[in-house]
């Protein structure tokens, strides 16, 4: 049977054990997601499976010599390259034919009245213009039509965007055909379409197997049907389960290691004060056998509890019922981009702005922030709001700085004490305070520029992808903070699980026109597939479920829409009886 079988026994980095005895077998129609906390070296593994780190205790199996592909995060070293070339060196058969023909040429060059040389040649060159030349234009073309990217062939890499790039990548992993593809954040920095496109991809399309790092975890949830977790000193965990299912089961399994390592430590206490009672006099015996029993005992090892990071967020003051007004707006810098007929953010609102075009949202958030003016009529903003903003590439630090430094910068000049205090609810310690931005990673990155907005005052935040980089217990914690936050909350994301669990509106473009949607993304897409007006309240509290649905589905639909309405009720009714 084809496989991958890959063993470690031990990677070090820098006299620290990073990566130990961990066994991992890839079958065929195997669709794997590994999870991990954003420091557990993750892409150190993916590099090892395509054999891009060879310096470590390893074995690889590959006797059938499977073809695998790594979709890096950074795709191009070459920014002035075209993205045509870019896609034809995905094509490594054309690559070497043409590498062929020049070393042949080199050797005609240098003895023109070789026949056997010049034969040669011809073949090559006839067999690469009636054959590949043609072919791999014509893929390139045909991937580039149906990953949407055609009018990108062109364009230089450094004149396309990250989201762009992404699909650029995927493209070029299509006209290679691996056996095995190795995703690592495929989601990061692509719109919730393309997201969803590379979704319905790979469950539908995709004839291969793949191994997948993302913390998208409704992404992981419809692609993948093994989990592999590794956590420090937990090292590997196998579950037969998406990734949904496999937090049940790993928290029914830790539940059990904790309560069978307490009851040991319990059981292990009581000895001892046995031991010690009776260590001298009469019984010394028997307490010097009990000791040497205890001692044999082979004792479980202690449960790891990961740390998890807390989020804090400052509130200021009171806001009026309305803090944003729009009314006949034309939002653009120059020209219109789209319109706003009338809409108000209130007052403890949660909005998902959803976006296909990243001018259009810029544009939009610093109209907000009345960095842009309005092209025509009225926006308000109420005079007490005070906006706290984090954008998503993290423009309000400084790279070239330290992390105390960026304090000082924001005008908050802390001593170490207090600084150390404030950090350690991210994850960061004393060492860190006089690391540069740039010896950080994006995840710590994204951190510290929460911790320093923390000490700002606000009612009104507006967040641009925060949960970018962010691994699970990280993005849990954020959700549940803002779960909690007083005020208003417009939030740009492409992380649909968030996006679920924080919406109460969604404001959307629709024919060039900013409109509104109620409650999360779930209800949203169910509009759009089912022709429902988004004014309709599927899930209202208050309410029953609006009966206009009934016109508009068929009977089982209804039924079961309404039985997931009753459900939902009932789970916020349990919750706030707690």
């Known amino acids: 049977m084809k496989h991958l079988k890959v063993k470690i026994n031990s990677l070090e980095f820098n006299w620290e054990i990073i990566l130990k005895d961990i066994d991992i077998t890839i079958n065929k129609t195997d669709r794997i997601s590994i999870v991990w906390a954003n420091w557990a070296w993750k892409t150190t593994l993916l590099k090892i499976f395509t054999w891009e780190i060879k310096n470590y205790d390893w074995s690889i199996d590959n006797i059938w010599n499977l073809s695998l592909w790594y979709l890096h995060q950074i795709y191009s070293d070459d920014e002035n390259k075209l993205v045509r070339q870019e896609l034809k060196d995905g094509l490594t058969d054309i690559i070497e034919m043409e590498n062929k023909l020049d070393i042949i040429e ?65 493209a070029k992993v299509l006209l290679e ?73 790993r928290d029914r399994i830790e539940k059990k290691k904790i309560e069978n390592f307490k009851r040991e430590q319990e059981f292990i206490e009581k000895e001892e004060k046995l031991i010690n009672r009776f260590r001298a006099g009469s019984r010394a015996g028997w307490a010097k056998s009990r000791e040497k029993s205890l001692d ?89 709001v005070k906006i706290w903003y984090y954008s998503q590439m993290h423009e309000e ?21 207090h600084l150390i205090w404030l950090l350690s609810h991210y994850l960061f310690e004393k060492a860190d305070l006089d690391k540069k931005i740039s010896e950080l990673s994006w995840w710590q990155t994204s951190k510290l520029l929460f911790a320093i907005l923390w000490q700002k005052e606000c009612n009104l935040l507006i967040l641009d992808e925060p949960t970018n980089h962010l691994d699970y217990d990280t993005r849990e914690a954020l959700e549940e903070s803002l779960k909690n936050f007083a005020w208003s909350l417009l939030f740009i994301s492409h992380d649909r699980y968030f996006v679920n669990k924080l919406a109460t509106n969604i404001w959307f473009i629709d024919d060039w026109e900013l409109s509104v949607s109620y409650w999360n993304y779930e209800d ?51 919750k706030h009886k707690k």
């Open 106 to 170: 080199e050797k005609m060059n240098n003895n023109p009245q070789d026949i056997q040389t010049i034969d040669e040649y011809t073949s090559i060159l006839e067999q690469f213009n009636n054959i590949w030349w043609h072919d791999y234009n014509n893929k390139i073309h045909a991937v580039a039509n149906w990953i949407w990217i055609l009018n990108l062939l062109d364009k230089k890499l450094c004149e396309v965007s990250w989201w762009q790039r992404t699909k650029i990548a995927l």
């Open 177 to 249: 055909s691996p056996d095995i593809l190795f995703l690592d954040e495929p989601t990061n920095f692509i719109d919730m379409s393309s997201v969803e496109w590379l979704e319905s991809f790979l469950q539908n399309k995709w004839k291969g197997w793949y191994v997948i790092i993302s913390h998208d975890r409704e992404f992981l949830d419809k692609t993948c049907n093994k989990t592999y977790e590794i956590q420090p000193k937990r090292w590997l965990t196998f579950y037969h389960t998406n990734y949904s299912d496999y937090l049940l089961e």
């Open 296 to 384: 044999k005992m082979e004792k479980l090892e202690a449960p790891y509890i990961p740390r998890k990071p807390k989020f804090f967020f400052e509130f200021s003051g009171e806001l009026p019922e309305k803090v944003l007004s729009f009314k006949e707006v034309f939002i653009g810098r120059k020209e219109p981009l789209f319109f706003i007929s009338e809409l108000y953010l209130y007052r403890k609102q949660r909005i998902w702005v959803v976006w296909e075009n990243w001018v259009w949202k810029s544009t939009f958030i610093k109209t907000i922030l009345n960095e842009i003016e309005i092209l025509d009529w009225f926006y308000s903003r109420w005079k007490a």
């Open 397 to 417: 630090l400084d790279k070239n700085k330290t992390l105390r430094e960026n304090f000082e910068k924001h005008w908050f000049s802390y001593p170490d004490q």
């Open 524 to 574: 949203y897409k169910f509009k759009l597939e089912h022709n429902i007006g988004m004014d309709v309240n599927i899930f209202d509290e208050e309410a029953e479920l609006n009966l206009v649905l009934e016109e508009k589905l068929w009977e089982k639909e209804f039924k079961r829409l309404k039985n997931k309405f009753w459900k939902w009720k009932d789970k916020r009714r349990a």
